[in-house]
């Protein structure tokens, strides 16, 4: 059985990016492939556990190759609220290993691959004695570790993480480097891996920074938050993407050059001049993603029955505006399951710019 742990220099780098895009095109090369996240700082409650978010993702991935594992397998320690102060209070690092081995043995039971996505950098855990470090060697596993952008943060971060890995025992099998802007791509591709190289670093992939990766759909804003939909879930597409939010705080005749496809438009709710407009580009083929009513303010009647009719989602918010175009905007955007476009271009970015075959290989 082979086996690989998903390390990054910090949290958001694309971990369960790269692991998605991996077990996406390695099922064409093994039968049985398995996921587990040991230690999930991110959790949700599913089937009455408390599971990594990550997890559901990849869970979901896997049903459709025809695999399919307990979900508090894939997450078997959850770091929720308090448990950082009750570990430190009376340490159980005995129990969290035998945690982490349990749901592993029967992950991989009868596995061709095994893949294990880390929390954060390498150090992550070490205050409950259990850090990614710890992990990875605890699974005697070799590490692929993700950094984001740029040519020197990213050496100083690898070199660093990679010492913690070393002082484990664990192997660094490469790293790869996501998120590179495409007008700088060519020259960070060329002088990462001349630098890594120095430092005996096997860069496995760069990979391009993709926005549409990042775009929040209407449905997390409304899972993420306390707004309240105007209409019922049925009448309207919560999986409408958001890739520009447009403050509507302006005349009209400056605010329509800025609302483009895919806004969402976020104005207080008496504003009915800005929805009139918002209405009226919608009509004329703008794609308007979604419209936030705040201030807990509700136009007249009409303008409610001429948004529904256009099946643009609205949200209400208590809020000001400038506070909720600042919730949305601090959104941790995860990939979730209902987002085929973006798993379709994760699969297909790991396929394009990762070396598979050297993955394979030093495997």
Request: glycine share 8%; net charge positive.
């Amino acid at each position: 059985m082979k086996r690989i742990f998903i390390a990054a220099t910090k949290q958001n780098d694309g971990k369960t990016t790269v692991a998605l895009g991996l077990i996406s095109n390695f099922k064409k090369v093994f039968k049985r492939i398995g996921f587990i996240k040991p230690v999930g700082q991110r959790y949700l409650e599913e089937d009455g556990f408390k599971v990594d978010e990550d997890s559901v993702l990849i869970e979901d991935s896997l049903k459709i190759c025809g695999i399919k594992y307990k979900l508090k397998d894939m997450s078997p320690v959850a770091v929720e609220k308090g448990f950082t102060e009750n570990y430190i209070a009376q340490p159980s690092g005995r129990t969290i290993t035998q945690q982490i081995k349990e749901s592993f043995k029967r992950i991989s039971r009868k596995q061709n691959l095994v893949i294990v996505e880390g929390t954060g950098h390498a150090g992550v855990g070490s205050v409950f004695d259990h850090s990614n470090a710890v992990v990875a060697k605890l699974l005697g596993l070799k590490v692929i570790m993700i950094s984001s952008g740029g040519i020197g943060r990213p050496i100083d971060e690898i070199v660093l993480n990679k010492a913690l890995f070393e002082k484990e025992g664990v192997k660094l099998l490469g790293v790869i480097i996501n998120k590179v802007m495409p007008e700088k791509f060519n020259k960070i591709n060329d002088l990462v891996r001349k630098g890594l190289r120095r430092k005996g670093i096997e860069v496995l992939g760069v990979i391009p920074y993709k926005p549409m990766l990042s775009y929040p759909t209407i449905r997390q804003i409304l899972e993420e938050t306390d707004y309240k939909t105007l209409f019922s879930c049925s009448d309207v597409s919560l999986d409408n993407h958001v890739a520009k939010i447009v403050i509507g705080a302006m005349q009209p005749k400056e605010a329509v050059k800025y609302i483009v496809d895919h806004s969402l438009v976020i104005t207080p709710g008496d504003r009915e001049d800005i929805i009139r407009l918002t209405l009226d580009l919608h009509g004329q083929g703008c794609k308007i993603a979604g419209i936030i009513l705040t201030g807990d303010l509700l136009p007249s009647q009409d303008f409610i029955n001429q948004t529904k009719d256009a099946s643009i989602p609205v949200l209400l918010a208590k809020s000001d505006t400038y506070t909720a175009a600042s919730v949305v905007h601090d959104l941790n955007v995860k990939i979730r399951p209902t987002d085929k476009e973006k798993i379709e271009t994760v699969k297909n970015l790991i396929h394009d710019y990762v070396n598979l075959d050297m993955i394979m290989k030093r495997m």
